[in-house]
């Protein structure tokens, strides 16, 4: 079967910076995303990695590795507005995204 | 503002009933999904079209159906609504001819059948 994983739930400290982590098995691969999902609110998209290595936008930044089945987000100088959900999504050889859980970012202060 | 509208934001239903929930994108984007959200499950992809006038099944179509009429538009129905449809529904469109195809959401419509 195919499947996403990605830890439940994480607590950071404003500032600081947080990997979230997403290992994945899936049935071909032709894209790894990011999403950003605030309480009540849609899912908007952050990142997409295809190639192996680190791609950064800002304070984002996502990791793949194609042979480890494996990716990260990393968040840096933490706000309070980035507590949200991070939804990690795989696009599967039939070119449909399977969906991790989602990891649950809470910042304190 | 360019995006995606989902109608109604929210609503109560009683089981057996027939709901309809409206989706449209004004962003000319030819493929269009309906997800359902579940606390601690991933998105689970229910019906969706890859242009207008085609529908596929998604994971979990099952008492679900949609239509494609045209570009913009993308109704989702339950014939005769389930506690198990209880849940927040997500409309969602793409470019799927663009590299990413990244997924742009609605709102979400928030249903409960009872």
């Known amino acids: 079967g195919q499947n996403i994983d990605q830890p439940t739930e994480m607590t950071a400290t404003e500032g600081a910076i947080v990997q979230i982590n997403c290992t994945y098995q899936?049935?071909?691969?032709?894209?790894l995303f990011w999403y950003q999902q605030h309480a009540g609110e849609a899912p908007t998209f952050l990142s997409y990695n295809v190639l192996d290595g680190l791609e950064e936008k800002g304070r984002f930044s996502s990791f793949l590795s194609r042979s480890k089945g494996y990716s990260y987000l990393l968040l840096k100088e933490l706000q309070m507005k980035d507590s949200a959900s991070y939804l990690c999504a795989v696009r599967d050889s039939n070119y449909q995204l399977i969906w991790g859980a989602g990891t649950k970012l809470i910042i304190k202060p | 503002i360019a995006g995606i509208t989902q109608a109604p934001t929210s609503q109560i239903l009683a089981a057996g009933r027939r709901m309809t929930l409206r989706c449209t994108q004004d962003m000319r984007h030819n493929a269009m999904y309906w997800y359902r959200q579940d606390l601690g499950l991933g998105l689970r992809l229910i019906h969706y079209?890859?242009?207008?006038?085609?529908?596929g099944k998604g994971e979990v179509p099952d008492g679900y159906s949609v239509s494609r009429a045209n570009t913009d538009d993308f109704p989702l129905t339950l014939a005769s609504a389930v506690p198990s449809q209880t849940s927040v529904y997500f409309c969602?469109?793409?470019?799927?001819?663009?590299?990413?195809?990244?997924?742009?959401f609605g709102a979400g419509s928030r249903l409960t059948v009872l």
């Open positions: 079209s890859n242009t207008a006038g085609t529908t």
């Open positions: 899936t049935s071909g691969f032709n894209g």
């Open positions: 969602a469109s793409s470019d799927s001819q663009s590299g990413a195809n990244v997924l742009t």
